[in-house]
Antibody, heavy 126, light 107 residues
């Protein structure tokens, strides 16, 4: 049974770079059946999709964050990572990693996040 | 970006009630629509993908319908464990935007 676990600092200062890692256990990140995603949730608010990565390194990111976001994968360690530069208080959130299942619809792929990490709280404050 | 809205944003219901939540996209997304359930302090859980395909292990009282830009999530008989926030998400085009969420609480 696949499990995901986020790790990283809980408190960072404004203008610094947020770095989080998601360790995948119970399955291989190199399985071509899945993408791997980051999502965040500011306190008391809704969900925001940050982006995803395929084991090959192919990525897609939210344009609202794209200039600040880097998502990478390390297949040798079975993990993927998020870097978000120049953080402000608006980046304070619970950050989740998730597995993205994709299945063929007949002419395109359906994507759904079917396994999630427990989430890690990141606070941006001086 | 495709915008996604939900209605209502909150509702109060009793155990045994039938509950319907609506999700609308700013353009046609065919049926590239997911539903998630989130309980306080927990990660979201995927309930339905492809607008109406129930995930394994999800009780059959949950159902999804719709196509194009208008979708619904229905809980046929609300159970105590169903009190939560529900989000729809379009997966037609990145960024895979979420709706604002609908909180279902106890009447």
């Amino acid at each position: 049974q696949v499990q995901l676990q986020e790790s990283g600092p809980g408190l960072i200062k404004p203008s610094q770079t947020l770095s989080l890692t998601c360790i995948v256990s119970g399955g291989s990140i190199s399985s071509g059946d899945y993408y791997w995603s980051w999502i965040r949730q500011p306190p008391g608010k809704g969900l925001e999709w940050i982006g995803y990565i395929y084991y090959s390194g192919s990525t897609s990111s939210n344009p609202s964050l794209q200039s600040r976001v880097n998502i990478s994968v390390d297949t040798s360690k079975n993990q993927f990572s998020l870097k978000l530069t120049s953080v402000t208080a608006a980046d304070t959130a619970v950050y989740y990693c998730a597995r993205v299942v994709h299945r063929w619809s007949g002419y395109d792929y359906y994507y759904g996040m079917d396994v999630w990490g427990q989430g890690t709280t990141v606070t941006v404050s001086s | 970006d495709i915008q996604v809205t939900q209605s209502p944003l909150s509702l109060s219901a009793s155990v045994g009630d039938r509950v319907t939540i609506t999700c609308r996209a700013s353009q046609s997304i065919i049926n590239y629509l997911n539903w998630y359930q989130q309980k306080p302090g927990k990660a979201p859980k995927l309930l339905i993908d492809a607008a109406s395909s129930l995930q394994s292990g999800v009780p059959p009282r949950f159902s999804g319908s719709g196509s194009g830009a208008h979708f619904t999530l229905t809980i046929s008989s609300l159970q105590p464990e169903d009190f939560a926030t529900y989000y729809c998400q379009q997966s037609y085009n990145p960024p895979f935007t979420f709706g604002p969420g609908t909180t279902v609480d106890i009447k």
